[in-house]
């Protein structure tokens, strides 16, 4: 079977990706539940080291994995007795306690007052999670295949709860792996600003462009004399060749002099967003220098 994509999609494209060999299993932890997964057993986690994501790495299927293996392997009938003991857990040993903190602070600084806050928790499992939620006012469902969750869910935690068939939710699972695998919440990345320089409207001239971003509000300049024409540009955007304009700089002062003081700078409001990472593409030519120094200030 093909192997699983990783629970998070890295705004680094997957590039800086490591896998630390303290991460790698061949066979179960100790202590873990025995699920029966098919042989020959194996997991990885792989990290980020530019923006600090963890992704899971499997090739197992779990498409039906959660209508039933799970609960039965986990709690067995004792879905409420495991919901009430994990709910009378001091808060320094339990992890759903921090995650509401984080979720809670998160939604504190991105979310306007006085709006809804409503979740969806996807495999929900025993509700643990949307119960300590609920407790902070949110309006929460629970989503899972396995119907005995669904009435815990509605019945002991008091929450909205649905049972999903099929595609959606085990698409998901089987992406997200068992609950050693899984993600509690996800946000995407949003691209704040971007620039490709290309004309608008096309023009099919790659001598010709704008500074203005693509993408979001921001605005481009050049710094200390540096001058800039437009000219072919990366064969990363996907614009056609015809159309894809570069921003070719110039001018800079003479090698060991003025330095840190001359080139191009992007002005972009990062109110609200946090984790933020750079990228672009550059191409040199024979006379420049061999170091760059890209520089950010907020």
Not at 174 to 186: E, K, Q, R
């Amino acid at each position: 079977m093909p192997s699983a994509k990783p629970t998070l999609r890295c705004p680094c494209d997957e590039q800086f990706l490591e896998t630390r060999s303290d991460f790698i299993y061949d066979a179960r932890p100790p202590g873990e539940v025995r699920y029966e997964l098919p042989a020959p057993y194996r997991r990885e986690y792989r990290h980020c080291t530019l923006c600090g994501h963890w992704f899971s790495k499997h090739d197992y299927d779990f498409a039906a994995f959660y209508n039933g293996a799970y609960v039965d392997a986990s709690y067995g009938d004792g879905l409420r007795r495991a919901f009430e003991r994990i709910m009378a857990l001091p808060r320094d040993r339990s992890d759903n306690y921090h995650r509401v903190e984080r979720i809670a602070d998160f939604a504190k600084r991105m979310v306007v007052e006085g709006r809804a806050r409503r979740l969806l928790d996807v495999g929900s499992g025993l509700a643990v999670f949307p119960a300590l939620m609920k407790k902070r006012g949110w309006n929460c469902t629970a989503l899972d295949p396995d119907p005995r969750a669904v009435d815990h869910a509605k019945e002991v935690v008091g929450v909205d709860g649905a049972r999903q068939r099929g595609n959606i939710v085990q698409k998901i699972l089987s992406i997200l792996g068992p609950a050693f695998f899984a993600v509690a919440i996800c946000a995407s990345a949003d691209t704040i600003a971007q620039w490709n320089f290309n004309s608008v409207p096309p023009d099919a001239n790659n001598g010709s462009g704008t500074d203005l971003p693509s993408i979001g509000n921001g605005f481009a300049s050049l710094l200390n004399g540096v001058t800039a024409i437009f000219s072919d540009g990366s064969t990363n955007d996907p614009a056609p060749s015809g159309d894809d304009s570069g921003w070719s700089t110039t001018h800079y002062p003479t090698q060991a002099t003025s330095n840190k003081t001359a080139g191009v700078q992007f002005n972009v409001s990062t109110v609200g967003y946090s984790n933020i990472v750079i990228r672009w593409d550059q191409r040199t030519t024979v006379p420049a220098d061999r170091r760059d120094a890209p520089s950010t200030k907020t």
